[in-house]
């Protein structure tokens, strides 16, 4: 399935901002220039912003954390948003420092998120997308 247009689209949220930043920069290192991509990270305290943050930016690809500092919500809750109200295609991976069987565990039941990232799993996860991208495009 082609996902990205002329511009993949990526977008990180998470609750912390030092990880956010150092997710963003982990992305930049590792897409390939020769796919042209805009990565945003950006803060959400709450799911309800995260939320916010797919409507304004519209992401292909999605990083999804996996609790909100300021609310009982999760990642989960967000997923579940997608699964019911989101129509264009969109790649969702969670992300966290939690294991990936934590992880597994709490997205299990949601359509949408397919790829767990844990510690520093992003080369792993941005030569997926990419490879898939290259194939599509062939």
């Known amino acids: 399935m082609k996902i990205?247009?002329?511009k993949t689209k990526i977008l990180i949220v998470g609750?912390?901002?030092?990880?956010l930043e150092r997710l963003k920069g982990r992305f930049d290192i590792?897409?390939?220039p020769d796919i042209p991509a805009k990565t945003t990270a950006v803060y959400c305290a709450w799911a309800?912003?995260?939320?916010?943050?797919?409507?304004e930016y519209r992401p292909d690809i999605l990083l999804l954390n996996y609790a909100f500092l300021q609310d009982e919500k999760t990642g989960r809750d967000v997923a579940r948003w997608i699964d019911q109200n989101?129509?264009?295609p969109i790649r969702v991976a969670?992300?966290?420092d939690r294991s990936e069987e934590d992880l597994r565990q709490l997205f299990a039941g949601t359509e949408c998120v397919k790829d767990f990232i844990?510690?520093?799993?992003?080369k792993e996860f941005?030569?997926?997308c990419t490879r898939e991208e290259k194939a599509d495009g062939d």
């Not at 609750?15 to 990880?19: A, I, L, R, V």
């Not at 995260?50 to 409507?55: R, S, V």
């Not at 844990?118 to 992003?122: F, Q």
């Open 86 to 88: 989101y129509r264009t």
């Open 126 to 128: 941005v030569e997926d």
């Open 15 to 19: 609750d912390h901002g030092s990880p």
């Open 30 to 32: 590792f897409w390939p």
């Open 94 to 96: 969670a992300h966290s």
């Open 118 to 122: 844990c510690g520093d799993r992003i």
């Open 4 to 6: 990205f247009g002329k």
């Open 48 to 55: 309800d912003e995260a939320i916010e943050a797919i409507k």
